[in-house]
């Protein structure tokens, strides 16, 4: 065990980079703000257990980095992601702590249950397009993508799936800046992991995904060396112009669009966009940009599509693909809750599998999920898991 002004300091040290206050901890642990102040300066005779377990919780991170240098290497991986992180509010890097210890458990969980994970098959550009504009290898990538993975020109339903079957981690979670979309992390643990901002509208959440999913693709080397990648809406350096590019022809290959027939004046304009959107679930701005690309409608037409926007799809029209037809609208809203806070459908079943096959306690199963024993009896009758 270290000695107790040690796991005072890591306490403190972890407490203030997120921007917690003393008086969390303390209403949190039951005990004046003053007792926390002393476990903070390794002056208490003895740290009790319950302490450790509700701080780590808390603060977002394994409650065994506080009692061993064991973790140490794991929690410097997570240090270098928080260093690259130029822009959040504190609650963002909370979330984004609690993002990469999902990624860990979910590593630790594929071990035990014996699941193996495949490495990301391919990196682009392609050497027949490294001397194109990074605007051109996008749609490039995309297209051999769509060719690799047999998706022809089909809609595709779920591409949190698809790039998760790539050997990335994906999982949603709500964010306060609006302004970050997406990001990609590398950890040398756990490996490339993809976040995604839930508070976007579900069709911006598929396009926000594929554009990471570019990010992992091309800008590995960088990634590594970084450890992380920020996707900001009104950032438009070329690595980003490139996601994009890859993202919208991913989603809604041009050449779709020559299954539907030409729009002959505005209104079967309207018609024709909103289907195309509806069926390929991206938002209308991108098909408008797709039929500019073809030539169905100008440059000053886009322009007033974008200022105008005539079209736009309902929130409660775009379908979450994790959550099956047959669950309850109670059921539904319980899921979306735990989804924001950055659980995922595939990381709950591998943590319900861990549990059914007595490889884990009920306590663990509750803690990999981020919550109370209660909240864990509630979640697993009001989500319907077959224990």
């Known amino acids: 065990m270290l000695p107790l002004p040690e796991i005072g300091r890591r306490i403190r040290t972890l407490r203030e980079e997120l921007d917690i206050p003393r008086a969390d901890l303390a209403a949190a642990c039951g005990v004046a703000e003053a007792v926390i102040e002393q476990l903070e300066a390794g002056r208490l005779e003895q740290v009790p257990g319950d302490y450790i377990l509700i701080v780590a919780r808390l603060l977002k991170v394994d409650f065994r980095w506080f009692i061993s240098e064991d973790l ?48 990301l098959p391919v990196v682009y550009p392609a050497p027949e397009s490294r001397r194109q504009l990074y605007k051109e290898q996008g749609p490039a990538a995309a297209r051999a993508e769509r060719v690799r993975l047999n998706l022809g020109l089909k809609p595709i339903f ?22 970050i979309s997406g990001l990609t992390v590398f950890h040398p643990r756990a490996g490339t992991a993809i976040l995604v901002n839930y508070e976007e509208d579900m069709y911006r959440q598929f396009f926000s995904a594929a554009h990471e999913y570019a990010h992992a693709l091309f800008d590995g080397r960088e990634l590594e060396e970084k450890r992380v990648l920020v996707s900001y809406k009104k950032v438009y350096d070329w690595t980003e112009i490139r996601a994009n590019t890859f993202a919208a022809e991913f989603l809604l290959p041009q050449e779709a669009l020559a299954q539907y027939a030409r729009p002959r004046d505005l209104s079967s304009l309207t018609a024709i966009i909103d289907q195309i959107a509806r069926d390929y679930r991206v938002n209308t701005e991108t098909v408008a940009i797709r039929a500019k690309e073809v030539g169905w409608i100008s440059d000053k037409t886009l322009s007033s599509f974008r200022e105008k926007k005539p079209i736009v799809i309902p929130r409660a029209d775009k379908q979450d693909p994790e959550l099956s037809d047959d669950l309850t609208s109670l059921q539904v809203e ?32 509750a803690e990999l999920l981020d919550l109370t024993p209660e909240e864990a009896s509630e979640f697993i009758q009001m989500a319907g898991l077959a224990l």
């Open 334 to 365: 319980r899921w979306k809750a735990l989804i924001a806070q950055g659980v995922s459908v595939y990381y709950a079943e591998l943590c319900r599998r861990a549990l059914t096959s007595d490889l884990i306690t009920f306590g663990r199963f």
């Open 158 to 179: 779920n591409v949190f799936s698809i790039i998760r079957s790539q050997g990335l981690r994906l999982s949603r979670q709500k964010l306060d800046s609006k302004e």
């Open 72 to 119: 140490d290497g794991i929690e410097q991986g997570t240090r270098r992601i928080f260093r690259a992180l130029s822009q959040g509010t504190s609650r963002d890097r909370v979330a984004i702590r609690r993002f990469v210890g999902f990624c860990l458990n979910e590593s630790e969980l594929e071990k035990l249950l014996g699941i193996h994970r495949i490495s």
